[in-house]
């Protein structure tokens, strides 16, 4: 069965600190797809970014930053300088072809 | 270009009824995917629809049951309501060559409170 998990329930900082939200997930699938998505108190899910298993090179938009490492099973989002606006709830998702699961999210609060 | 649409915003409904919520997907998008979203928790997937076939569920009863229209719309239903079905109900719409999850365009969902 697949599996997210996200730790950190909450986290606090202040900005222009980096931040670190880690993801760990299981799954038997050779194939399977990883997923970073945010959740601005408007409400509605803002996709960031898609993974695949095959490839494991790190990828950097912005501020943003991930780290996926199969080693460990982990695929892990860094906020690089972080602002008031990147304050928001923050999900991992795992997904094969038949299926979508999330993790429980983190919530992330930038103080100015 | 027009975003996912979902009505209604809210609805409230009595245990043991029958609703359909309505999702509009992104223009272009073949692929619509419906999640429950119970407060504080993250979403939990339950099926996908694309090219107006079903593929792909999650843990959900026969109760709850979709369609997907030619023009790509989309209807959850579910009947015999629950108190625990009270949640926000996602969807979100992709383009997928073959089925899957790609990048997601999510709605704003319908808050149904079950009483």
């Known amino acids: 069965a697949q599996k997210v998990t996200q730790a950190q329930t909450e986290i606090s900082v202040v900005e222009k600190e980096d931040v670190t939200l880690d993801c760990v997930y299981e799954t038997r699938d050779t194939t399977y797809y990883l997923f970073w998505y945010k959740q601005p108190p408007s409400g509605e899910l803002v996709f960031l970014i898609r993974?695949?298993?095959?490839?494991?090179q790190n990828e950097i938009s912005g501020r943003y930053s991930w780290n996926f490492q199969k080693s460990t099973s982990s695929f892990n989002f860094t906020i690089t300088a972080s602002q008031v606006v990147d304050s928001a709830v923050y999900f991992c998702a795992l997904s094969d072809l038949f299926d979508m699961r999330f993790g429980a999210g983190t919530r992330l609060t930038v103080k100015p | 270009e027009t975003g996912v649409t979902q009505s209604p915003t809210h609805l409230i409904k009595t245990r043991g009824q029958q609703v359909t919520l309505r999702c509009s997907s992104q223009?272009?998008?073949?692929?619509v995917s419906w999640y429950q979203q119970a407060l504080g928790q993250g979403p939990q997937f339950i099926f996908q629809y694309y090219r107006e076939e079903e593929n792909g569920r999650g843990n959900f009863p026969p109760r709850f049951s979709g369609l997907q229209f030619p023009n790509y719309s989309s209807e959850l239903n579910v009947n015999a309501l629950e108190l625990d079905d009270s949640a926000l109900y996602l969807c979100?719409?992709?383009?997928?060559?073959?089925?899957?999850?790609?990048?997601?365009?999510f709605g704003p969902g319908t808050r149904l409170t079950v009483t």
């Open positions: 979100a719409s992709s383009w997928a060559g073959t089925g899957g999850f790609n990048e997601q365009y």
């Open positions: 993974r695949n298993s095959f490839d494991e």
């Open positions: 223009s272009g998008h073949n692929t």
